[in-house]
């Protein structure tokens, strides 16, 4: 009997959620998908399309806070043509130190998850709320939560330490990363041809990069948090540390309170910052095309930066797998804009990285390098919802993790 599985992502702005189809074998099949946009704000619109692409629900509203939203996609799936939930699987960003695997939310994993919010404190609390309310308005159901970080425990200490004193390991101030479930979607959607060394740079509003050998990731570019590492759509990626003692001197005297200082330096760092702070015009990077292409000097700036940015950590990654076999865009801006894909591929052509321009401009699959070119390059789409999915079914019946691709360790 198929099993209906319930996908929920929420965000600070909107709760994206997934319906599908499942076995204990097999990958399950979608059947619809919907998102309901602009929480918060004073318009907002409410989609949902079958698996055929066909609109179901379209609607424009407003929905002032999370509960009222996860209200009203509630209410709707309860009802026809849309078939009851057996269980619910959530992303969560990070599990913190102590929750590094995926499994079934308990009133024990909630509160550890509220204790560990700083390791991703603007996505965290929404993600934690939804849960509860999932669990209210969907009462007796299992929930299973799924971290973006699970993927990434495999990183060596000599790359998850920060060079602070010990006492901060053990308080868990560590390198998480983000985008887990986005990497492991790849690294299954390759499977079958699973390349050993492999970058992926998952390119969005929220951007990352990881370094992955045999389908196992081995450093990443996100920290702590998911604002460090490379430039994101408003937030800074890394920084001399420095920057933000200077940045907490000069709150000082407007914000002599710590916490209130801390407050602000993050709102500065983490929504400020990025391709918008750099800009000064927008985070959406189609904005930034139009802004370039009117001759917007900081427009240019920051699409500079970006890609200057993907460029170094590529670079540091090849020499740290000691070559590469694939670079794989994912990601919205990964997988949409052409031009970002040229940007920072261009020159690498000496370590076998060549762009071929008509398939990057019009892919008609994965592959857009050159067909002599060493190293493939490639567009995968990310199917987070797809991997929650599977976790979650796996989870349901108590199964063991998947092994681990054919010849690999």
């Known amino acids: 009997m198929p099993l209906t599985i319930l996908v929920l992502n929420s965000g600070s702005s909107s709760i994206k959620f997934s319906l599908f189809s499942a076995i204990q074998s097999g990958e399950p099949r979608p059947l619809y998908e919907g998102a309901l946009e602009g929480i918060g704000g004073g318009s907002g619109t409410f989609s949902i399309t079958d698996e055929a692409g066909k609109q179901v629900l379209d609607q424009k509203l407003s929905a002032p806070d999370a509960h009222a939203a996860f209200q009203l996609i509630a209410d709707a799936l309860k009802r ?13 960003v990070s599990g913190g130190p102590t929750l590094t695997a995926h499994q079934r939310i308990t009133p024990a994993v909630l509160d550890e998850m509220e204790r560990h919010v700083a390791f991703a404190p603007l996505h965290s609390p929404v993600a934690i709320f939804i849960m509860r309310k999932a669990a209210e308005l969907f009462p007796g159901l299992p929930n299973f939560v799924c971290f973006d970080s699970a993927f990434h425990t495999t990183i060596p200490e000599v790359a998850a330490r920060f060079a602070l004193p010990e006492r901060y390991w053990a308080d868990g101030v560590r390198r998480y990363g983000a985008h887990g479930l986005s990497y492991e979607s790849v690294v299954y959607q390759l499977r079958d041809e699973l390349p050993s060394r492999m970058v992926v740079a998952h390119l969005g509003n929220g951007s990352s990069i990881t370094a992955i050998r045999d389908g196992r990731s081995t450093d990443t570019s996100m920290g702590l948090t998911p604002t460090g590492g490379i430039i994101s759509g408003t937030r800074t990626g890394d920084l001399d540390p420095g920057v933000l003692l200077y940045i907490l001197r000069e709150l000082e005297p407007s914000r002599p309170a710590t916490k209130e200082a801390a407050d602000q330096l993050e709102a500065i760092v983490a929504r400020q910052s990025g391709l918008l702070g750099v800009s ?12 370039a292409e009117q001759g917007d000097e900081a427009a240019l700036r920051a699409l500079a930066q970006f890609a200057y940015v993907i460029r170094k950590f590529l670079g540091s990654y090849l020499v740290l797998l000691g070559g590469l076999d694939a670079l794989v865009f994912t990601g919205g801006i990964g997988e949409h804009d052409a031009q970002t894909r040229a940007e920072v591929t261009a020159g690498l052509e000496p370590f076998g990285l060549t762009l071929a321009p008509e398939r990057n401009i019009s892919p008609e699959g994965q592959v857009i390098s050159t067909s002599e070119a060493k190293v493939r390059i490639l567009i995968v789409p990310a199917r987070e919802d797809l991997l929650i999915a599977m ?18 360790p």
């Open 280 to 291: 000064g015009l927008s985070n959406d990077m189609r904005a930034l095309r139009k802004g």
């Open 391 to 408: 976790h979650t079914v796996r989870l349901l019946g108590d199964q063991p993790e998947p092994a681990a691709p054919a010849g690999k």
């Open 80 to 92: 026809p043509p849309f078939p009851f939930p057996d269980a619910i699987g959530h992303r969560m």
